[in-house]
């Protein structure tokens, strides 16, 4: 018999037909391809270059101060809109990090449980029912899912290879421009690796002033780059003006489930952004923020990790242009974006992104992560674990690496 629960579920996750949905969505896919490769072939290690979160733990020294701070007292009530020490060390991070001067840490920076809620709750202090949201494809759907909930609607932008993984601003239909109310960006970019530039972002600002914009620039790979200075979208002339940033700590300190990031910019945004954040949380444990202050004033830690990601993902251009790809180092991010062959010598015929992965995991037991949206292209990881003794081993890297390479050597790689 079915619960009357099953008529009361909102609209916009379903309704009455929450749960009944038979589509199998791409990482549930990607899932079941692993246990499949795993059961044919259980004496074969699946090497894991799909995953994207970091491999390491913070440092020891950001668990200490957590754990120090946590035995205070005073630090075990309610954060709300979050501490002022955290806000104050948000500004000066920006100053020395990015360039980025004359941060107000009372009226321009918040903290956010995560960058994902961050995106979330920004959608609901500005969308209502018509309104647009421009967003980059391939990309993170939060803000999409979320614009969809409040009755928006979802403007797509391919990120193509020819326009360098960039939006092309002058293509949107003036019609779209008029109902448009936020434009959506993340650089350094997940899945293309792409980096932004400072002519783009200069062309951001004017298409934010001209057709009234707000800009959401989702950093959560900010400082991860490889082809100089990390470039934040406030260091450039007028970006104050119409937008906000966001940055996180899981990318750049290896805090993934510690949930903390912080929005930084225009007041007025970050003024709603803190009227909505009050009526969903209370604010990340102190300590955590705490934490999040130590590692701001230690940016050397993200360059610990940074370099790390330079090394592996150089190694991984190397090897899968050994083996006939056309590989190119990112920009930033710890991803390479790679175009899809479209078969291989010995008959097999990918139409896809989706069953090139499919292929190596279940033929090679290597696991990526397939985006067809603009173009069929595969995102590999290099934040995949290699310890040895506890300890992150360039020996064990190279292990695993060797390993991909000669999975994919005895494979001849159709591209054309």
């Given at each position: ?23 199998i ?10 246990m ?19 491999d ?5 020294e ?46 321009e ?18 969308i209502?029912p018509?309104?647009?949201?421009l ?24 990120l ?12 949107i ?17 997940n ?9 783009f ?8 002033k ?15 780059t490889?082809?100089g ?26 805090m993934t489930?510690?949930?903390?990031a ?40 993200t ?11 150089n ?25 899809a ?15 090139f992965?499919?292929y ?7 696991s ?39 999975r ?9």
């Amino acid at each position: 018999m079915e619960s009357y629960i099953q008529n009361l579920f909102a609209e916009r996750i379903g309704g009455k037909n929450f749960g009944k949905d038979d589509v199998i969505y791409k990482f549930e896919k990607i899932k079941r391809a692993k246990m499949e490769a795993k059961a044919k072939y259980p004496d074969i290690e699946l090497i894991d270059m799909g995953v994207g979160e970091p491999d390491e733990m913070a440092d020891k020294e950001v668990i200490e101060t957590l754990y120090n701070e946590a035995k205070k007292h005073e630090n075990r009530g309610y954060a709300d809109n979050g501490i002022d020490e955290l806000k104050e060390a948000v500004a000066k991070y920006m100053k020395e990090v990015y360039g980025v001067d004359g941060i107000d840490p009372k009226t321009e920076v918040i903290h956010s449980m995560g960058s994902k809620p961050a995106l979330a709750y920004i959608t609901s202090v500005f969308i209502n029912p018509g309104d647009v949201i421009l967003m980059t494809v391939p990309g993170y759907p939060v803000s999409a899912t979320h614009t969809e909930w409040y009755g928006g609607e979802v403007y797509n932008m391919p990120l193509l290879e020819e326009n360098k993984f960039l939006p092309d601003l002058k293509s949107i239909p003036d019609d779209i421009k008029e109902k448009a109310k936020i434009l959506y960006l993340n650089y350094p970019n997940n899945p293309t690796g792409a980096q932004a530039t400072k002519e783009f972002y200069e062309e951001v600002v004017q298409f934010a002033k001209e057709n009234n914009i707000i800009v959401v620039q989702d950093a959560a790979y900010g400082a991860l780059t490889y082809n100089g200075e990390p470039l934040s979208f406030l260091s450039i002339d007028g970006a104050k003006d119409v937008g906000v940033e966001i940055h996180s700590f899981s990318k750049a300190y290896n805090m993934t489930g510690w949930r903390l990031a912080f929005v930084v910019g225009n007041d007025l945004i970050v003024s709603g952004f803190a009227t909505v954040k009050d009526n969903f949380d209370s604010g990340q444990f102190i300590p955590i923020q705490k934490a999040g202050i130590y590692c701001l004033e230690h940016p050397e830690i993200t360059e610990r990790t940074r370099a790390k990601y330079e090394r592996r993902l150089n190694k991984m251009v190397n090897l899968l242009n050994e083996v006939g790809f056309d590989a190119k180092m990112p920009g930033g991010t710890f991803y390479l974006y790679i175009k899809a062959p479209k078969g291989t010598k010995c008959g097999h015929i990918f139409n896809s992104g989706e069953e090139f992965s499919h292929y190596l995991i279940k033929e090679k037991l290597v696991s990526t992560v397939p985006w067809d949206d603009a173009g069929h292209f595969v995102r590999m990881a290099a934040c995949f674990p290699a310890f040895k003794d506890g300890e992150v081993s360039e020996e064990e890297e190279d292990r695993i690496l060797n390993e991909v390479k000669r999975r994919l050597s005895d494979v001849e790689f159709i591209f054309e």
